[in-house]
């Protein structure tokens, strides 16, 4: 038989490789801007054009190459950063894979110009996949300049696969955020088609994060800092009142490196604990130095996920630590905080957790006890849920099991089928049916309907027991409120606030709000851009509660970028589902009999009342058949 093995030839080689590194424009600005870092660049200048598709330039004032080493550079596993195996575990810079380039140079057409401090002339290198068109002597600034132009131009399929370009420009910011947050005293430039985005001066810690998160930091956050033999860490946590509805601005880095670590984002949100509602994220930008053999460097330079040696004691550390700020700057006499507590971690045990710092609170106190409201529809929030958790309601988790379980087993009841309302309205619940239950001596109407477990409305019907999830149901209720808002265009129903609010964005998402600034205002609100990342609201529709409107639009544009948009096709559509699932989670609690009854009707006279926009139950009917069934 014939030979048939080949040895590819490098320039299909280093495309295949480039998949690894280089799966989209943010992935190219990532590897060119750590580059710049890697050698010694003050400044560094990032332009990109329709979002890298077109091109992406980077600029910095680094050591620059050599004339030789700007033709090496692009030759797969060049690298000036390793140089034998030993290295490896004790690695400083960003990269030393020596990959970048050439995977950059196998599907692009890039211009590196370079020069070093001691030559007259640099040098301009022309490479189009993999292929050097040229190299000559070319006079440029102290440094280097990569421009990448047409990313993808000889792959169509990966082209083609890149998503629309306010979704790859948001990518491209967020891995820009990323850099410039840890690296504070580079001053960092971002024009977007000719647009500055950015313009970062070299500064401390907490100017850079003002600067890049719209925040003021003294006024939204708690400086932390711990030194222990194991690790370093310091930065900045959000105050617990500016927790929010999304993990946006939580920034964890090891050794000057973005990365994502479940656990110990898991630690610093437990610090949290009881401190903000469920489902609320709180914000912080934490830079943990340790021992770079601590680390596992067995990992993908361009993945984020790394491995701790000592995983258990650096969440641990992480966790008291951001605890320690938490008390020692709030002071607030829920929280018993000594802060002579010195925390001491000598490398700890595998299995060791540390003491959870007490809160103190009344457990006997029910706010619903004390004076007993009577919210109407619309006008429930969240307020009130910790107090819950804490007065022990919800804690029946047996009884939820079982009632879960229940359901479950009852599927096929109406499983995925969407009732037509007038197969509804043959069992329509409320007033009628109770009077009649009366009648048949099944129920007392003065007990109904119930809340059952923190979570279910039960009423009978007549022809059975109905239970309805307060929450989902709620959200039914919003879209299709905001919905219909859209034929009266918006305006009608508006409420005027009395300050109008603003609300601020990272530049990219404020361009993702531009996409869409009709279609929120179709649903009701009065919104005009103010600057180039801030948006003022002057009136918003009846149900939005002013306190949430930042929220709810970091929602919503979480949400866009999901590619919601994609899955769903209409898009006021989408950001109606995005703005009633948000508006919706906050609303768990006992409310009065009438607002639950009012909640029922409302339900029921929705479009689709069984299951919320995105398909989840809203509801779920017993009839006679089916209890009888359970007593067989
Ligand atoms: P790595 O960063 O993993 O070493 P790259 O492919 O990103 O691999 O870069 C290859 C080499 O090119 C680097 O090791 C460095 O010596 C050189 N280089 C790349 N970018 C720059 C730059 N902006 N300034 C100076 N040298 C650079
Ligand atoms: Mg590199």
Redesign the pocket.
């Known amino acids: 038989m014939s030979d048939i093995i080949n040895i590819l030839p490098d320039s299909v080689a280093n495309q295949i490789a480039a998949g690894e590194v280089v799966d989209r424009p943010a992935s190219c600005v990532k ?1 060119l801007l ?2 710049a870092i ?1 050698a010694g660049a003050t400044q560094i200048q990032l332009i990109v054009k329709d979002a890298g598709r077109s091109l992406i330039h980077v600029i910095d004032n680094g050591k620059g190459m050599s004339d030789s080493d700007a033709r090496l550079c692009f030759e797969r596993h060049a690298t000036s950063k390793i140089h034998k195996a030993d290295d490896l575990f004790a690695i400083h810079t ?2 030393f894979r020596g990959e ?1 380039l050439a995977s950059i140079a196998a599907v692009a057409q890039v211009e590196l110009k370079t020069r070093q401090a001691n030559n007259e002339l640099g040098t301009c290198v022309v490479i189009e996949g993999s292929d050097v068109k040229s190299q000559e002597p070319c006079s440029t600034a102290v440094g280097t300049s990569i421009a990448v132009k047409n990313l993808f131009f000889n792959i169509p399929a990966r082209r083609n696969f890149l998503k629309k370009d306010t979704i790859e420009l948001s990518h491209i910011d967020e891995i820009f955020r990323r850099v410039a947050l840890v690296n504070n005293s580079i001053s960092f430039s971002f024009h977007s088609n000719g647009k500055l985005l950015y313009d970062l001066r070299a500064s401390n810690k907490a100017q850079r994060i003002a600067a890049i998160c719209n925040m003021d930091g003294t006024q939204k956050l708690f400086p932390v800092k711990e030194e222990t033999e194991l690790v370093s860490v310091e930065g900045y946590v959000g105050k617990p009142e500016y927790a929010r509805k999304t993990r946006g601005e939580q920034y964890l880095f090891v050794n000057n490196r973005f990365i994502r670590h479940q656990k110990l984002s898991f630690a610093v949100e437990l610090a949290y604990k009881d401190m903000i509602p469920d489902h609320s994220y709180p914000c912080y930008f934490l830079f943990i130095t340790v021992d770079p053999s601590r680390l596992d460097v067995n990992i993908h330079p361009t993945k984020t996920e790394v491995r701790f040696v000592d995983e258990q004691a650096v969440s641990a550390i992480l966790r008291a630590t951001t605890k320690k700020a938490l008390g020692q700057f709030r002071l607030s006499s829920e929280i018993e905080f000594n802060p002579s507590d010195e925390i001491d971690f000598t490398p700890a045990p595998k299995d060791y957790i540390p003491p959870t710092p007490r809160i103190s609170y009344n457990e006997n106190f029910n706010p619903f006890e004390a004076s007993p409201t009577t919210p109407t529809t619309g006008g429930w929030g969240s307020s009130s849920r910790m107090a819950m958790r804490s007065a022990g309601w919800g804690d029946n988790k047996m009884a939820q099991n079982d009632l879960q379980h229940f359901f479950d087993d009852r599927e096929d009841v109406d499983a995925g089928s969407v009732l037509k309302k007038e197969t509804l309205e043959a069992s329509t619940p409320m007033a009628t049916v109770i009077e009649s239950s009366e009648e048949e001596g099944d129920a007392s109407s003065s007990d109904l309907p119930i809340f059952l477990l923190n979570r279910f409305i039960v009423t009978t019907l007549r022809s059975g027991l109905l239970i309805v999830d307060q929450c989902r149901a709620y959200e039914r209720i919003l879209f299709e409120r905001l919905m219909n808002r859209r034929q009266e265009n918006g305006a009608a129903g508006a409420q005027q606030l009395l300050f109008p609010v603003t609300c601020s964005f990272a530049p990219a998402d404020a361009e993702l709000m531009a996409d869409s600034i009709d279609e929120i205002r179709r649903m009701g609100f009065i919104i005009e851009k103010m600057g180039q990342c801030s948006y003022v609201v002057s009136a918003t529709p009846p149900d939005v509660k002013e306190s949430e409107l930042q929220m709810l639009f970091d929602q919503m544009v979480t949400d866009i970028k999901c590619d919601m948009m994609q899955r769903f096709g209409d898009r006021h559509r989408s950001l109606c589902m995005s703005m009633a699932r948000q508006m919706a989670v906050g609303t768990v609690g006992r409310l009065s009999p009438d607002a639950m009854q009012a909640i029922i009707a409302e339900l029921f006279a929705c479009q689709v009342p069984n299951i919320t926009p995105s398909g989840k139950k809203t509801m779920v009917i017993l009839d006679a058949d089916a209890i009888n069934e359970r007593f067989r």
């Open positions: 590897e750590e580059n890697d960003m990269g970048a």
